[in-house]
């Protein structure tokens, strides 16, 4: 059994369970009641009736605007004076019956948004995965109206307009500061284009019988939600008392340019964060003298080099096969063509990034990856996305453009951007929970370039070949995740604007401690 937390479904998933509760006997009224008492028991312990007395629900034409109403006579049942406002006369029956009871018990009525302004608080139950086309006319100008108030709006299931699936607006959309999820996560949470509507999502659970999930998911549900448990068993295992620093992965960083020093600095310094045993970064001998204690190993002057002072080949005499993975791209330039190339011949575990996706994407780079007997791991923000896998674009939503480029490339892509994907050559694709704008800066890549390379020679070293793609999945997900919380760590402290790299840097080790502490019984 998954947990619930990472099941994420479509409008049509979410219809077809929803279908199985009701064929197997759960009343419509009856779920209904049962999710409207989550979300009011909600919206009680986070908006306290002293501070929160005047609250507005709107109510739309189907069962979001029925779960609305529902929670608009609890709230006043609850003390709370409470406005509903429905902008459209027809209602589905149940929803129709709930808004002839709220007339009953005499909650005002509103026959005009505007009787809504001074509430302290809304509840956007226009709509929810039934919405089919765009919003329009009227109800689009409230939306407007909605956006343009200051009072916080909670949002059942999702902001009304929002597509549930692709994330993106229909007509025009609620800015929610709080987006009540119900059941399941839906796909639409995660997309970049929804961030900045959906405020602060939390799942209001309702019980649903994993029988009915796995119906219609599967066993092993294809796309997963990265929670803190499927991270840490990405993180290497306790060490062994009697171990040494060959025993706990070797990383093999090429990396770096006179040009652009930074990155491979950066790369370095999130590799060590990871705790792997050993690094080795392979830079110009004029990048030798590295800040940071970090050990580098700096190829001496008679190695050649790029017009911007990146290695432009690595010496032979150096064996590429002793290291657990490589790690090749920040920073190196585009030069670096011969160096890139012996790497993705190398027959060993292989991450690429920056240049060394650029690199890749002048080359044929399919086939050259195709015939790796190693995995490897792509690691693209969308611009490099998009050089590397032309037309591969065309899918609506980022977990489809990484699995179909997976599935093309038969390498794991971490499509990086607000919530990075990641999708296995199998079809597997996890998405990022949260994160936090703040790592919008440049050199947080290079970071994460690092960290995953170290996380991954972790997993590696020891393993059988069969097992290293296993071990570089589990260390995207590891640290794809801990990259995003440590930068949420950072935020908390110093404000998104405060999160330059060496700053990230300094948070992740106090993040790992924090969750392998949340880890014990
Ligand atoms: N999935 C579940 O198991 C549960 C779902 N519930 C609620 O039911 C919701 C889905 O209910 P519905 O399927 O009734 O769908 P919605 O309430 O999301 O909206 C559908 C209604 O809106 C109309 N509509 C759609 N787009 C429109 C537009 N652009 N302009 C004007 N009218 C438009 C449709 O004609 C239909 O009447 C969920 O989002 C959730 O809030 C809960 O009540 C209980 C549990
Ligand atoms: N708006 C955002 N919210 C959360 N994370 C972001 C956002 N923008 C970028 N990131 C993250 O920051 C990192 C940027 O990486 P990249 O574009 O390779 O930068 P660089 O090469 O400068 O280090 C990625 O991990 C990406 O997921
Ligand atoms: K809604």
Redesign the pocket.
Known sequence: MVPIQQCVVTAEQ??Q??GR?FAAGMP?AA??E???QRITTWLEDHFDLRIYPRIGVVA????????ALVVARELHSRGYDVRVYAP?A???DL?QAHAEYIKHLGILWAESLAALADCDLLVD????????????GA?ATDVEQINQWSQPVVS???PS?LHTDSGNV??TAIRASHTLC??LWKRGCFQDSALPLLGRVHLID?D?PWSDIEAVLGQRPQVGRITAAIAREGLPLPRLANTHKYRVGHLLLVAGSQTYSGAALLAGLGARASGVGMVTLAVPASLKASPDGLPTRGLDDSVPRTPDGAIAQLPDSMDLESYDVIACGPGLSLAANACVQRVIATPSPLLLDADGLNILATLTPIPALKQRSAPTLLTPHPGEFKRLFKGLEAPDWPGSQAQAAAHYSQAIVVLKGARTVIAHPRGHLWLTPDSTPALARGGSGDILTGLLGGLAAQKVVGGAAASHDLALMNAALSGVWWHAQAGRAAAAVHSELGVDPLTLLHHLTPTLVREMADAQP
């Open positions: 979410m219809r369970i929803e509760l419509v779920l209904m049962k999710v409207a739309g034409p189907g069962h979001n605007g029925g779960d459209l027809k209602f589905k929803t139950g226009l709509f929810g995965f039934g919405l089919e086309r765009p919003i329009e109800i059942i299931d999702l307009g229909l007509g119900l059941g309702f649903i």
